[in-house]
């Protein structure tokens, strides 16, 4: 890689990114069905009709993980604790889960590692799925009541706490383009879920401080968006997109606001009253999460609804998803949430990583795309510190290769191989390159 860690200032940390339903193995320790088990198990939904139950089976090697993150030399771990395992139904609480995450907690710290919590990374428990999910606004309170049950158990203990993970995935990818569970495609569904999330945001932050809770943010998705031509219309275009994928959250979170442009386009839908809760959406944090990945070419579409706008298949490498791949996009967040939005306030690089399709030789994986993706998209993170933005950290997505989601295990993110039939890790080239990095001088 073609950095080292004293090239960033001190206190600066590296780590590794996961979240739970992706790697836990889902069907141990009294865990709840989610929106995800039903999502998957529905034909079409997912590659190979995959789910999250065995996964990488972390449940039970989560000791050997760590070690793996620890042998690294990484300084930190951004994890996601599962609503599902500690309340099945949503409701009530499984002292199973909770001992999970208890011993969880203890392993991470055992080995001078500081424990980054996500509280929501997707997993929806079904018995409230049931009853609308995050259309319906009773889902945020539950939320709450769930925050309570966890940060009771190892709250005091996380060094950081991560309210959502991506709300636009779990809102507009998931409700208007279909491509998540619960896989809706509906305006109205989406007008609810973009902002009850950003309400359940603002309610684990409320419940958060209520328990003297410290370093408590949220993790947004960012994409480079840009207009495909020099069009007026492509202009036009990217802009609407891009307040619907990069400004909605956190001109919400940073402001108390939302675009007027997004607004005008939920028209009628949007719940009644929604403007009394941008004060508890607008409450101060403590840190940014920035998970970025790719950038995104937009043009008008005359023949589509709201949006009226299509995405065009841009000219750079792509990685194994087919996003491409452009460091400079992550430079220009980092910079812009800076500049726009939380001025001084410290920014994690929560996620940022390729999939590739990574094969096992002679015992080895050879993985030199990776080895250059973090590496230019580390040193991208450097400029932007030394443009002003309070970058602290960088968390590599991920520590394993996992569940991608509606991709099934095709996609491999991880920076240690894993066999999905004996369920094997091996650290890749790309471990080793970010290893010897970041190695202590
Ligand atoms: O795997 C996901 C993760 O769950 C959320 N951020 C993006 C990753 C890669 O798609």
Redesign the pocket.
């Known amino acids: 890689m073609q950095f080292k860690r004293s090239d960033f200032p001190q206190g600066f940390l590296f780590g590794a ?1 996961t ?1 739970a339903y ?1 790697i836990e193995g889902h069907k141990f320790g009294g865990a709840g069905s989610t929106h995800w088990d039903t999502f998957a198990a529905t034909p079409g939904n997912v590659v190979r009709a995959e789910d999250g139950a065995l996964a990488c089976d972390h449940y039970h090697r989560y000791e050997a993980d760590l070690d793996l993150l620890k042998d690294a030399g990484m300084d930190a771990y951004r994890f996601s604790t599962s609503w599902a395992r500690v309340m099945p139904d949503g409701k009530t609480v499984n002292p199973e889960g909770l001992d999970f995450y208890d011993r969880l907690t203890d392993a991470i710290l055992e080995r001078g590692l500081k424990p980054f919590q996500t509280l929501y ?2 997993e929806l428990p079904s018995a409230l799925a049931d009853q609308g999910g995050w259309m319906n606004r009773d889902t945020v309170l539950r939320f709450g009541d769930y925050v309570d049950v966890i940060t009771d158990k190892i709250g005091s203990r996380m060094a950081s706490i991560a309210t959502i ?2 709300p636009w ?1 779990v809102s507009f990818l998931s409700h208007f383009l279909g491509h998540h569970a619960p896989g809706l495609r509906d305006i109205r569904a989406t007008a609810r879920a973009m902002h009850h999330i950003n309400l359940a945001h603002g309610e684990a932050m409320t419940r958060l401080r209520a328990k003297g809770m410290k370093n408590c943010g949220i993790v947004l ?1 960012f994409e480079a968006t840009q207009p495909a031509d020099d069009s007026a219309s492509s202009a036009k275009a990217a802009d609407l997109q891009d307040a619907i994928n990069n400004r909605w959250f956190i001109e919400g979170i940073a402001k108390g606001t939302y675009p007027q442009v997004v607004i005008d386009g939920f028209g009628q839908h949007m719940p009644a009253g929604w403007q009394d809760d941008m004060a508890q959406i607008g409450q101060p944090i403590d840190f940014l999460g920035v ?1 970025y ?1 790719t950038r995104g070419k937009v043009a008008h579409d005359a023949d589509a609804p709201w949006p009226h706008t299509k995405s065009v298949t841009g000219t750079l490498d792509k990685t194994q ?1 087919g996003w491409e791949i452009y460091p400079d996009g992550l430079h220009t967040t980092l910079t812009r949430m800076a500049k726009d939005y939380v001025g001084d306030l410290p920014i994690f690089v929560t ?1 940022n ?1 390729m ?1 590739w399709d990574d094969h096992i030789e002679n015992g080895a994986v050879y993985d030199p795309e990776r080895i250059n993706f973090a590496s230019d998209h580390i040193l991208a993170t450097k400029r932007a510190i030394a443009d002003g933005a309070n970058v602290q950290g960088f968390f590599y ?2 520590l394993l290769d ?4 509606a ?1 099934g295990y095709e ?1 491999r ?1 991880g920076m240690i191989h894993v066999d999905f039939d004996t369920l094997q890790r091996t650290p890749k080239a790309s471990y080793h390159a970010l290893k010897s990095a970041i190695v202590r001088a």
């Open positions: 990114a979240a992706q990374h997707w993970n991506e995935c998705n998970n990945y998803m996620e990583g999939a997505w991920s996992n569940y991608e989601w991709f996609k993110f």
